[in-house]
Antibody, heavy 118, light 107 residues
Framework: QVQVAESGGGVVQPGGSLRLSCTAS????????MHWVRQAPGRGLEWVSV????????FYADSVMGRFTISRDNSKNTVFLQVSSLRVDDTALYYC???????????WGLGTLVTVSS | DTQMTQSPSTLSASIGDRVTVTCRAS??????LAWYQQKPGKAPKLLIH???NLEDGVPSRFSGSGSGTEFTLTISNLQPDDFATYYC?????????FGGGTKVEIK
């Protein structure tokens, strides 16, 4: 059974930073790309970033490019999202997602809430 | 970027109805399209991948079709558990993108 668990969210002032973490179990973690998707309160889903299975490739949404950094530690089955230069509109529930074999977003965690407020 | 336009944004229906949600991609995505169901306070749940492939455990009243730029999600014989918000999602190219969502409400 695949389990995904995010942590690291919190309340931060505009311009601040946080490091989100995600651990996944029940899969051969080092064989999977990993995604982050966010959802602002009362809004739709927004894809944020992906990292390849070995960390050699990363992609970002335009809205977070240059401010967010995704990384991973396969020895700890963990993926990270460093979120910096935070803005009020970055306030959202951040989900970590394991893709299926075709690339669809298959296994979702419960999310970690990031609130950016002064 | 590939824009995903989903319609309608809200749909009112009754138990037993057949409902259809439409998703249009701004460019050809072949069949690299998924549908998700989300209930309040819960994470999205993958229903359909590759446009028409039902996930294990998803009731057969759900079906998906389409290719290229036009896709549909159909729920036949709507059940109480189906009242939720549905999202389409293209995973053909980065950045990945989602439709704006369709909230299925009780009429």
């Amino acid at each position: 059974q695949v389990q995904v668990a995010e942590s690291g969210g919190g309340v931060v002032q505009p311009g601040g930073s946080l490091r989100l973490s995600c651990t996944a179990s029940g899969i051969a973690f080092a064989s999977y790309a990993m995604h982050w998707v966010r959802q602002a309160p009362g809004r739709g889903l927004e894809w944020v970033s992906v990292i390849s299975f070995n960390g050699s490739k990363t992609f970002y949404a335009d809205s977070v490019m240059g401010r967010f950094t995704i990384s991973r530690d396969n020895s700890k089955n963990t993926v990270f999202l460093q979120v910096s230069s935070l803005r009020v509109d970055d306030t959202a529930l951040y989900y970590c997602v394991v893709p299926g074999h075709g690339g669809e977003l298959e296994y979702w965690g419960l999310g970690t809430l990031v609130t950016v407020s002064s | 970027d590939t824009q995903m336009t989903q319609s309608p944004s809200t749909l009112s229906a009754s138990i037993g109805d057949r409902v259809t949600v439409t998703c249009r991609a701004s460019q050809n995505i072949d069949t690299w399209l998924a549908w998700y169901q989300q209930k309040p306070g819960k994470a999205p749940k993958l229903l359909i991948h590759k446009a028409s492939n039902l996930e294990d455990g998803v009731p057969s009243r759900f079906s998906g079709s389409g290719s290229g730029t036009e896709f549909t999600l159909t729920i036949s014989n709507l059940q109480p558990d189906d009242f939720a918000t549905y999202y389409c999602h293209q995973y053909d190219t980065y950045p990945l993108t989602f439709g704006g969502g369709t909230k299925v409400e009780i009429k």
